[in-house]
């Protein structure tokens, strides 16, 4: 019998208010124990205060070979960033 | 209050030795790093309280002294912590049969007149709520596993029953705590922590053992065959090469 | 369509570029098998390093060295586990690993097959394995492959308690009873030369450097990080009033750097073979552990399914 436990992505917010990070992944046969073990692994030196545990599977990764049709496009919509406009420099609060 | 302070942070060493045996050998990597997590808050625990107790006594002595160079008889633990690990399913049953009766314990000594020791606990039940929980998920699995696991874990089971009386059995040291206001009443905690045995036993259809002789003598000095073992190799090195600092 | 040449140039020109290579990039079929066997070996080392080191738990000498020498240990699981998962994004999976690893067809560090004698070995350990490891490690998180880069950032960061633990081992038994420091002199001198062949063989006879080089997985070649090692530790053996067993070992003011004596390759390859002092009992134990842990991992995957199909209420 394959008893291989499947595949679990690990994401842990180090502090209040910041967001989830992955931090790896680890083997576990259910969420409980995803959870269990994400603790005794990976947040031994305080690096946590909270757990999200997600099966590998249930990732969808963009591809690659896409990049540069989901990616490029954004590169030269300069005028998205606050740098592109003008304001005069009595202009206060802006 | 020397002695009970002893029966408390013997407990935790002995347990936390005998677990620390498992590392590096565990049925799977995540589950050695838990065993070990759980190893050294015992062995943690065991230390707050010796440094403590060696404080009382006012006579310089360090945690090491109390833990290195005492001869099992002075040892205050009960027999249940002193049972070898033998198979996963023993030990697993072990620290259950103790989780269960620990997590209540130290609720109940949260309360303790003795400011220190009340710190100790709420710091240390933190910890125990997280093994009893840990512990009690493997007796479910294992229960409710494969036939195999099933018959392993029950078989733990049975082996181990004659040692939770102690638990819950106590030492006139331990009535003198209560009396004194600083220790805890395990009457009052005995229906808690069976509550929760059957509880799980049955979450894990697993059967209840009948309850028949229960064994005793670890919380006064009359200890298994296993002590001696333990303190030999845990002990050697303080003893073969006195007066040196480690 | 891209020609494989097409794929293969802008791949090194990514790597040229110190760009990331993850997972789900294209790569050629030898950098993905090279990196499965090199993380591997390292996640191998690190579970089957447990061993040595794990020996002493029971027997540590005081309370503190108790929990830093088990936390230590631990933290080898861990980085076993950070590896086993960089690689596992690489298509292969941890249960194949193991089966390389038990059968005997993977490799894993030599230095692991040496045994742990006294207390004094467990300061030596840390200070010089754990030392030459740090050397290997940190010029890694610099890798081209992301997983594996990510998992020696971590590594890193846990590694650096490992060797000032050994160290001040080292230090506590050196200058304590004259029995101490006889056990400290005597580890070093048969950790020393172990640990400097952990680098590996002399670059010019070391045929797969250049390429793993080129690839940036390899960021340093055997000789400069042996040489950074030895150049360190002579420094730090003074603090310790200890002796290399090197007699040839001697600052050179011209060189900037320490000479040191010829390493015998003999040993070395004696224990690749599988003729090392404890390669049977390292490889046992852990085949023990596995087997052993069966019936555990079966359990837990039989109550999980049943718990799929029957929720409860």
Known sequence: MNAEFPLWEVFIRSHGGLNHKHVGSLHAVDAQMALENARDVYT????????????SEAITASDPEDADSFFEPAKDKIYRHPTFYEVPENVKHM | MQQYLLHLADNALILGHRLSEWCGHGPALEIDMAMTNISLDLIGQARNIYEYAAKLEGQGKTEDDLAYLRDAT???????????????????????????????????????SDKQLAAIAEKSLKE???????????????GDGTPESKERIQTAINDLWSFRGELLTPAAYEKDAVAAGYGVDLLGIKKDVEHRIFEVLDQATLLRPEDGWMQSGGKI???????????????????????STW | MSTQADLEQRFQARIDAEQKIEPKDWMPDAYRKTLIRQIGQHAHSEIVGMLPEGNWIT?????????????????????GLYLYAAAETLGVSRDQMYEELHSGKAKYSSIFN??????????????????????????????????????????CKEESFHQRQGFEIMMTLAHGTTAQHKMAQDALNRWWWPSMMMFGPNDDASPHSAQSMKW???????????????????????????????????????TGHCDFGEIDWTEFHEILRGNGPCNKERLDARNKAWDDGAWVRQAATAFAEKRKTTPKA
Request: glycine share 4%; proline share 5%.
């Open chain 3, 216 to 254: 940036k997985i390899k960021r340093y070649t055997n000789d400069d990080l042996r040489q950074k090692f030895v150049d360190v530790m002579f420094e730090q053996v003074q603090v310790l009033g200890l002796t290399i067993p090197d007699p040839a070992l001697r600052w050179n003011a011209e």
């Open chain 1, 44 to 55: 031994r030196r305080q690096e946590g205060v909270s757990i999200w545990v997600v099966p």
């Open chain 3, 114 to 155: 040496y045994p742990t004698l006294s207390w004094a070995d467990i300061g030596a350990v840390g200070w010089l394995v754990d030392g030459a490891a740090i050397m290997n490690q940190v010029p890694l998180c610099k890798c081209s492959f992301g997983p594996y880069a990510r998992a020696m950032v971590r590594v």
């Open chain 2, 221 to 243: 000095g009359r200890h298994s065959e296993h002590l001696g073992f333990i303190l030999a190799e845990m002990q050697f090195l303080q003893r073969a090469y006195p007066n």
């Open chain 2, 74 to 112: 002075d040892f205050r633990n009960v027999l249940l912590v002193e049972q070898p690990n033998s198979d996963f399913a023993h030990t697993i049953a072990r620290h259950f049969l103790y989780d269960t009766y620990n997590f209540y314990f130290q609720q109940k000594l949260c309360e303790s």
């Open chain 3, 59 to 79: 027997r540590a000498p005081s309370l503190r060295r108790k929990v830093a020498l088990l936390a230590k240990v631990q933290d080898e699981a861990g980085h």
């Open chain 2, 128 to 142: 125990v709520a997280y093994h009893l929980r840990w512990n009690s998920e493997w007796v479910i699995r294992l």
